[in-house]
């Protein structure tokens, strides 16, 4: 089997090196059980009656909540896409999950607009289609107005 004096290296690779990844991880999670202590009971973030108790909204920050929030528009999503990286049609209909007719006029209008271009390239597999932002439509993403 092995020669004597090799048996270690069995020892190393087989029980010492999964161990070490294991052993952090099992120490983290009982340490976050050990730590985590309910929070002690205030008054002043309950409000009781006589029949219930109920607790008290916390206060969040203003500005974590817009003023107004408004759905992102088609023509936004796929720009988000297209700034994210997603080069691909197929790809960019599969996050956003609408049909392709759809897509294809907006990619249509959007680059009538200038704010995308088509490019072919050649790839190993032969010639490929890809989508990609221009400056302009970088700047519109980031932009306050979201109509495009």
């Not at 020669?3 to 340490?31: C, D, M, Q, T």
Request: aromatic share 8%; no cysteine.
């Amino acid at each position: 089997m092995a020669e004597e004096g090799f048996a270690w290296i069995y020892l190393v690779f087989f029980l010492v090196i999964p161990l070490s990844r294991i052993l952090p991880k099992l120490i983290r999670k009982w340490r976050g059980k050990a730590q985590s202590n309910p929070e002690p009971f205030n008054q002043k973030s309950y409000n009781s009656t006589k029949e219930t108790i109920t607790e008290s909204p916390q206060n969040t920050n203003r500005m974590d909540i817009p003023r107004e929030m408004k759905p992102p528009t088609l023509n936004m999503l796929v720009l988000g896409e297209l700034n994210r990286g997603t080069k691909n049609f197929d790809a960019i209909q599969r996050n956003l999950g609408i049909d392709g007719k759809t897509l294809d006029k907006t990619l249509q209008k959007l680059e009538e607009q200038g704010l995308m271009e088509v490019q072919n390239k050649q790839g190993l597999m032969g010639p490929k289609i890809e989508l990609v932002l221009t400056n302009k439509g970088f700047k519109k993403f980031y932009s306050k107005e979201d109509t495009v």
